[in-house]
């Protein structure tokens, strides 16, 4: 495996606590299970689904601006998207198997705009494949929109473009960073609670050529098999501790050495002690993460046994830091591909209001 070009900058740590311990699966009207009346029976869509999902694509990608947000698309047709979602999800393991060549993302935090100039400068799906390594929203203004269009992407090209669940993806984080806010404002709880539903399904990690294994967080003292991942029952929220909480929420931290508790409130962070012996004892060559934002967008660590990649550039309005796509060739060549657009400034406005 070849990893092509290499400078290292100071990490940027997110300044963010878990916001509450507990979420339960809540009865609500939109929990009525994942629909099956317009598919083939399989997991990909029928015509009139695919004729749905095309449009539903269409509008944000090629008709989406933000003064007309609001009308693009109805609450059941979000609703339906999501149920869809979900049973994709649900019929997916924990870890999923996948193949070069191959587009990583890291965090995308409702920057809709910079997510489409992803897009246009790697190529959008079908085209190219991508694995995302989850935080779709909260923070940034137009999560609905991130979300809304990855799902279509997911159901459209269920083969093409995998979706792994962050921290972000989990109703307590939610109810503090936005993505609540922006659900009830612009539609309603309902819609809220329809994602989460969608969000207790999500994947945690994905393999690629049974040598690079990608999460969100970071490695688990607790995962010395990845056959354990097998056995963890969704739907589920993220627990504060254990293999779930790491996957989601764990660091590196090149002071210590071996594990110890997060700052962050949950999960742990790890040294590259912990990092090497992880990584040999799984058979693995490299640990591709998200999760904390890195001035290049991306950053090494630990004798380059691991790298966080960061998809959201000038985070929040607030970081001058460049977002990047990580492309894995067929034989795994890893080439970063920075980008520095950023929010309009209309984006920055309506972020502040959140």
């Given at each position: 495996?070849?990893?092509?070009?290499?400078?290292?900058?100071?990490?940027?740590?997110?300044?963010?606590?878990?916001?509450?311990?507990?979420?339960?699966?809540?009865?609500?009207?939109?929990?009525?299970?994942?629909?099956?009346?317009?598919?083939?029976?399989?997991?990909?869509?029928c015509n009139a689904v695919k004729a749905w999902l095309k449009e539903v694509i269409d509008k944000l990608t090629k008709s989406w601006s933000a003064a007309?947000?609001?009308?693009?698309?109805?609450?059941?047709?979000?609703?339906?998207?999501?149920?869809?979602?979900?049973?994709?999800?649900?019929?997916?393991?924990?870890?999923?198997?996948?193949?070069?060549?191959?587009?990583?993302?890291?965090?995308?935090?409702?920057?809709?705009?910079?997510?489409?100039?992803?897009?246009?400068?790697?190529?959008?799906?079908?085209?190219?494949?991508?694995?995302?390594?989850?935080?779709?929203?909260?923070?940034?203004?137009?999560?609905?929109?991130?979300?809304?269009?990855?799902?279509?992407?997911?159901?459209?090209?269920?083969?093409?473009?995998?979706?792994?669940?962050?921290?972000?993806?989990?109703?307590?984080?939610?109810?503090?960073?936005?993505?609540?806010?922006?659900?009830?404002?612009?539609?309603?709880?309902?819609?809220?609670?329809?994602?989460?539903?969608?969000?207790y399904c999500m994947p945690f990690c994905a393999r690629i050529e049974k040598r690079i294994l990608c999460m969100h967080g970071g490695i688990s003292e607790g995962l010395t098999d990845l056959a354990q991942l097998e056995k963890i029952e969704r739907p589920c929220d993220i627990p504060d501790m254990g293999v779930l909480a790491d996957l989601t929420w764990a660091d590196p931290d090149p002071t210590i050495t071996g594990y110890e508790e997060s700052p962050r409130g949950a999960a742990s962070v790890f040294g590259e002690d912990a990092l090497k012996a992880f990584c040999d004892n799984l058979g693995l060559e490299l640990i591709v993460r998200a999760h904390q934002v890195v001035q290049d967008g991306y950053e090494f660590f630990g004798d380059r046994h691991l790298v966080t990649i960061f998809s959201a550039p000038n985070y929040c309005g607030q970081f001058d830091n460049a977002a990047c796509i990580l492309t894995l060739s067929e034989n795994l060549r890893c080439v970063f591909a920075p980008c520095h657009c950023s929010y309009s400034r209309h984006a920055i406005d309506r972020l502040m209001c959140f």
């Open positions: 495996m070849t990893i092509s070009p290499s400078h290292k900058t100071d990490t940027q740590n997110e300044k963010e606590k878990r916001g509450g311990k507990d979420a339960r699966n809540k009865e609500t009207k939109c929990d009525t299970g994942p629909k099956k009346d317009k598919t083939d029976g399989s997991k990909n869509p007309a947000c609001q009308s693009m698309l109805t609450e059941s047709e979000i609703i339906e998207l999501c149920y869809r979602a979900r049973e994709l999800f649900w019929q997916q393991p924990t870890m999923i198997e996948l193949s070069a060549p191959i587009n990583i993302c890291g965090d995308i935090h409702g920057q809709f705009e910079d997510l489409m100039a992803l897009f246009t400068l790697n190529g959008f799906p079908p085209t190219k494949s991508y694995l995302f390594l989850g935080d779709y929203v909260d923070r940034g203004p137009y999560s609905l929109e991130c979300i809304v269009l990855l799902f279509a992407y997911k159901v459209m090209y269920p083969d093409r473009v995998t979706l792994l669940r962050g921290n972000h993806e989990s109703r307590p984080v939610n109810k503090q960073y936005g993505f609540y806010l922006e659900c009830t404002n612009r539609y309603s709880a309902v819609l809220y609670e329809c994602f989460q539903f969608a969000f």
